[in-house]
């Protein structure tokens, strides 16, 4: 099953795995999947898709979690997964412009898999964590790769507005052993993943994260990108699939309006 928000009023949507769309009437992030209330039936694609979620207590991010990326960075394999946080103001939805700020000449796509929790962990086991995993969706983990070498902490780095593009939907009850994630820049291929290649798993970095901050309900953490990333320049399109929940979409702008 997908679930969707729709704008502009944000309202959920979901489409059950025999392709009907129906409006959801429960709030997904207070009220367990199995007692969903569903409204009537959506005609038509949907439309005006927001990011699934609405504002985060944070977004998570976990650094080389591929080994091949690791390398390709000049960086060694980790002995623990690398943790930083992205500000969760750095959310767009689908279709919306990532903006390249004047304070970058470096600005690089991470095609990810994200994960969104639906229950709080802390100091949780993997099962745990596996349990409270509301789904997954597409997103990618913008990082100005000349400041993030410039500077001690990542956080200027990765933490521009509209650095974090997510959706278009969160696929519950994911299979998180075979999930691909694949990156393309106006329509190539440029990076390619499976969980199966991970460092660490999904349960186990959710684990982990929750040893040193409390995940909340509605927290999103990007698990890592594969290799293969590279520049962003005005005037790209962008797209992020992780199978099974669709491809976010978005265009590149260097304009910083008011
Ligand atoms: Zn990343």
């Given at each position: 099953m997908l679930l969707y928000r729709l704008g502009p009023e944000g309202f959920y949507a979901v489409v059950n795995d025999e392709g009907e769309q129906r409006w959801l009437f429960s709030d997904p992030l207070e009220t367990p999947p199995a007692e969903w209330q569903m409204g009537r039936a959506l005609e038509g694609d949907p439309r005006g898709l927001l990011a699934p979620v609405v504002a985060p207590s944070k977004i998570l991010g976990i650094g080389r979690n591929y080994a091949r990326h690791a390398r390709e960075l000049g960086n060694p394999v980790p002995e623990e997964p690398v943790l930083f946080l992205k500000a969760p103001s750095t959310l767009i939805g689908p279709e919306a412009a990532i903006l390249l700020p004047p304070e970058s000449e470096q600005v690089e796509f991470e095609g990810e898999i994200a994960v969104i929790l639906g229950r709080r962990l802390c100091r949780a086991s993997d099962d745990e964590a596996r349990a409270a995993i509301l789904g997954v969706s597409c997103a990618c983990d913008v990082t100005a790769r000349d400041l993030q070498r410039r500077d001690a902490t990542f956080a200027r780095a990765k933490s521009f507005d509209t650095f974090c593009p997510l959706g278009p939907a969160l696929l519950l009850?994911?299979?998180?052993e075979s999930l691909t994630v694949e990156t393309r820049v106006n329509g190539e291929l440029r990076q390619r993943g499976t969980t199966a290649e991970m460092l660490w798993s999904i349960p186990e970095l959710l684990a982990y994260a929750s040893r040193m901050m409390s995940l909340e309900v509605g927290d999103v953490v990007l698990t890592g990108t594969p290799e293969g990333v590279g520049r962003l320049v005005e005037g790209d399109s962008l797209e992020v699939e992780v199978s099974g929940v669709g491809v976010l979409r978005n265009r590149v702008e260097s304009r910083w309006g008011g």
């Open positions: 009850d994911p299979d998180l």
